[in-house]
């Protein structure tokens, strides 16, 4: 069946097997089945409109709305919500019930629950400050110590500047990497040791600009490599000329490291790329799968089965999961989420919303909880509407009306309109994704920010042309530097080294960065291929593929089974 998305007018296509999961998991109330609709917009429309919800990355000072201590937030102070230090919006000094409303069916479920939101407090952070150390300028984090400007991550202990980390030591500037240890600018890597300037390896340690290698060891500038050592462009060298070329490498020197990244980029065009990273799958479609059974047009995804069109999923098993994005952690019958999961099940146009939760539907930041309806900031409740507490009875009475009125307003089957998100777009993971300009993102419906947090409090700052000044090598850099603000030479943006930062910099002799910790993920996130599948043609046997990569991108391009005859 093909339809045509209401908001970019493309043609998508909804099968069988999507019709069977809208049946799956539309609810039931005294025996009577209330249809999830077809959906009304195509699958990245869908997903642009749920990413605009999260704001992970983008940090700011404000006070407390209950204590007015001064609190880190992801909701800007200039954005009339009220938030709540974390320990404050868990402890039992206030109760979410107190703003319950009562339904009123002349006017729209979307107005009303904009109408909760301007009244029930927000969390300050997306983390557990009880289950961290030393470890405050993070978000949607969990257990970990000496860490700074993380997100997405958990587990981790003195890591810097990343997204996606998960169980990491000694790590700066990384993108989805798991289980390392002594790791910088590595993107999708998991397992490594010391490791530098890669991605897709595993396995791999004391080795520099790797790209998909698997137990590697002593390894300079390759590509598609498997448990080699001592090799430099793909070539085997000795280990004393091998030791000559780390030395020059390692010197320390920025100037060095540029230029040895663009040779390695150059050298990556002239050798064959497969078309998906996936392993150990059956029947699946998208990027980096693993572990995973009939998952289709999905990115970043581990052991999940029976799911169509999610993002960052792992941590199952995870099953009939449609348009989620993050987490899933065992979630079972979910449909239209964001950063929903931890033991869930039967969850619809849901938002972090999590841990042991089931059967919520239109439902913000609850958590140990069930049967509850358009509700908000509520934890280990049941049977409520808008945040009012309702009897078994009532409840199961009352949502068929609900969703018989909203189905009258053409809101049934629509996740909340980007409208009554707390961020501006350009705030949100949206932004990464589906990159707009301001006038094109208010035209479309979303917000946008114009607030602009203060530079670092330095004691200098240095410009741009003064950037250029500064020694190219890290050894001739002294701790002076902790104490001015650097002007990003991109973005011109301001930010500083930490000390830990600066430690780890003299320790490996990498030199520092030239561009601020914003950019340097926008730098990592232009390495990774859109989360989009094109069809193209393997360069080797011509038959039509399905991969990230366009068609107009200059990487040589192959099928799985040529990929491997070639490579491995």
């Known amino acids: 069946m093909q339809k045509i998305c209401k908001k970019c007018a493309n043609n998508f296509e909804i099968t069988e097997d999507d019709l069977k999961f809208y049946d799956k998991v539309s609810p039931v109330f005294d025996g009577v089945k209330y249809p999830v609709p077809k959906p009304s917009l195509c699958p990245d429309c869908r997903r642009q409109r749920r990413l605009a919800w999260q704001n992970i990355l983008k940090l700011y000072a404000r006070k407390c709305d209950y204590s007015g201590k001064n609190i880190l937030s992801f909701i800007s102070p200039d954005k009339k919500f009220k938030v709540f230090d974390n320990d404050v919006w868990w402890s039992d000094s206030w109760d979410p019930l107190d703003y319950g409303m009562e339904f009123d069916f002349n006017k729209t479920f979307f107005e009303q629950f904009g109408e909760l939101m301007s009244k029930v407090p927000l969390i300050n952070l997306s983390r557990r400050p009880s289950s961290d150390e030393n470890s405050d300028f993070t978000n949607y984090t969990l257990d970990n110590k000496n860490c700074y400007l993380i997100f997405h991550a958990n587990n981790d202990q ?4 990343g997204f996606g980390v998960k169980y990491c030591s000694d790590a700066v500037d990384i993108l989805n990497t798991f289980s390392s240890e002594i790791i910088y600018e590595c993107i999708d890597c998991e397992n490594c040791y010391n490791l530098f300037f890669s991605q897709d390896c595993e396995n791999c340690s004391d080795s520099m600009f790797l790209n998909d290698c698997l137990g590697c060891k002593n390894c300079i500038a390759c590509h598609g490599l498997q448990n080699a050592q001592y090799h430099v462009f793909n070539k085997k060298v000795t280990e004393q000329e091998y030791k000559l070329i780390e030395k020059e490498i390692r010197s320390g020197s920025y100037k060095t490291l540029k230029d040895w990244n663009g040779k390695f980029r150059k050298f990556l065009l002239t050798l064959p790329h497969r078309a998906v990273v996936e392993k150990w799958n059956e029947n699946c479609s998208g990027d980096h799968i693993y572990r995973c059974k009939n998952v289709k047009e999905s990115f970043d995804v581990k052991d999940t089965q029976d799911s169509k069109f999610c993002w960052r999923v792992f941590n199952g098993p995870n099953s009939d999961c449609y348009d989620i994005d993050q987490f899933g952690m065992c979630s079972e019958k979910v449909y239209e989420c964001s950063a929903v999961g931890v033991n869930t099940t039967n969850i619809l146009f849901g938002m972090n919303c999590r841990e042991q939760i089931s059967d919520l539907i239109y439902c913000f930041l609850c958590y140990f909880s069930n049967h509850l309806f358009g509700c908000m900031g509520l934890r280990r409740k049941q049977y409520c509407v808008l945040n009012k507490q309702y009897s078994k009875e009532e409840y199961e009475k009352l949502i068929p009306k609900i969703i018989t009125h909203m189905q009258k307003t053409g809101e049934w089957g629509e996740f909340f309109p980007a409208s009554l998100s707390l961020f501006g777009y350009n705030e949100t993971i949206a932004y990464e994704h589906f990159p707009l300009l301001k006038e094109n993102a208010l035209s479309a419906g979303f917000n ?100 990230t990569y366009a068609p107009d991108r200059p990487e040589i391009v192959y099928c799985e089974e040529c990929y491997l005859k070639e490579v491995y």
């Not at 520092?512 to 989360?531: G, N, S, V």
């Open 158 to 161: 003195d890591c810097y500047y």
């Open 448 to 547: 946008w920010s114009d607030y602009a947090s203060p530079p670092p409090v330095a004691n200098k700052v240095i410009t741009k042309k003064e950037m250029q000044k500064l020694p190219d090598n890290i050894q001739d850099i002294n701790e002076d530097i902790l104490d001015s603000a650097l002007t990003c030479e991109i973005s011109g943006k301001l930010y500083k080294i930490i000390k830990p930062e600066l430690s780890f910099y003299k320790k490996h002799n990498l030199p520092l960065p030239k561009r601020c910790p914003d950019q340097r993920h926008a730098d990592r996130m232009a390495l990774r291929c859109p989360r989009k599948l094109w069809e193209r043609n393997c360069f080797k046997c011509k038959k039509t593929i399905q991969t």
